[in-house]
């Protein structure tokens, strides 16, 4: 990544005339790209997929800053029903896996294209079946076409948050397709842009909320970024506990508690992987958390 920034950098100071606030800005910004690519390929790599469950909880709102001990909280697995999709949503998913296809026909038609698209800004498709559609997408090197309509959506409609939402998520596969550095560094200048118009427009748009703060986790220690990080993290969880659970959620409280340990607030840590993990009780990596902290306990 090094490497990386400093091309970058060195490519627009030269586009900029020399003007070194301009540099600096680029240049932090060519760090957040590879963090960007970094901190996602870390968490698409470290988590598993879990089965999608879905029902109206009662409404809860809880700081995850809170160092006093976890109250008790009911598991969601203890509250939810079978999932319950809307029959719309899931014929929707179907046709747009099969408008995709395989690799090698590199457009999609008019109406394969609309599938697509109104599976990745659809509100009732679930994280998991969005992340699918990219990776097929990706894979079948489909990509532009998706991005084109998306940066034409959003253009038409600038008060629909999850046309930025999902465009932002498309610069970020391209980067992960491409070769040009530059290139690379323009798209995740433009993702970053996009989640924060997404935010803008609906401050509680979860995806484009979590990207960025996961992409923020990875700023060097010398921007001192790591407040505001956590702050991200505090207010997504906030935002989701008002919210039916979804298995994506999870992933909030593990992320909080690294940020609060690496800030060596190591009781906050643990008292929010504790509560991730009895609202999640099958997430892996909660569980974990959990017992690693009590392991330390007991030798201590």
């Known amino acids: 990544m090094p490497h990386f920034a ?23 910004l060519a760090v957040v790209v590879g963090s960007v690519l970094v901190g996602l390929g870390f968490y698409v790599n470290r988590r ?52 995709i296809g395989p690799t090698g026909n590199s457009g999609l038609d008019a109406a ?10 659809s509100k009732q498709a679930s994280y998991q079946q969005k992340r699918d559609a990219w990776k097929q997408l990706r894979e079948a090197g489909k990509l532009d076409p998706v991005i084109a309509e998306l940066e034409h959506r959003t253009a038409n409609d600038p008060r629909a948050a999850e046309y930025p939402a999902a465009l932002g998520q498309g610069y970020l596969q391209k980067c992960a397709v491409i070769e040009d550095m530059r290139e690379k560094g323009i798209l995740a200048m433009q993702a970053d842009k996009a989640f924060e118009t997404a935010l803008n427009l609906d401050p509680s748009n ?23 990080v956590i702050e991200q ?10 919210q039916a659970p979804e298995p994506q959620f999870a992933s909030s409280y593990a992320w909080l508690g690294e940020q609060y340990q690496k800030a060596g607030r190591t009781n906050d840590a643990v008292t929010v992987w504790q509560r991730g993990a009895a609202l999640f009780p099958a997430d892996e990596l909660l569980r974990k958390k959990v017992a690693s902290t009590e392991a330390v306990k007991e030798v201590k």
């Open 112 to 121: 394969n294209l609309s599938q697509t698209l109104d599976l990745l800004v």
């Open 206 to 228: 979860w995806e484009a909320r979590f990207t960025k703060a996961v992409a923020m986790s990875y700023w060097p220690p010398a921007l001192n970024k790591g407040e505001e």
């Open 6 to 28: 400093l091309w970058v950098g060195t490519s627009e100071i030269a586009a900029a005339g020399g003007n070194a606030k301009g540099y600096m800005r680029r240049l932090i």
């Open 48 to 99: 598993k997929a879990e089965p999608a469950t879905l029902a109206e909880p009662e409404a809860q709102v809880v700081s995850a800053a809170a160092s006093e001990e976890p109250r008790a909280v009911e598991p969601v697995a203890a509250r939810i029903e079978q999932p319950a999709r809307l029959k719309e949503t899931q014929s929707t998913v179907k046709a747009a896996s099969r408008s």
């Open 233 to 242: 993290f505090q207010t997504l969880i906030e935002q989701q506990e008002t």
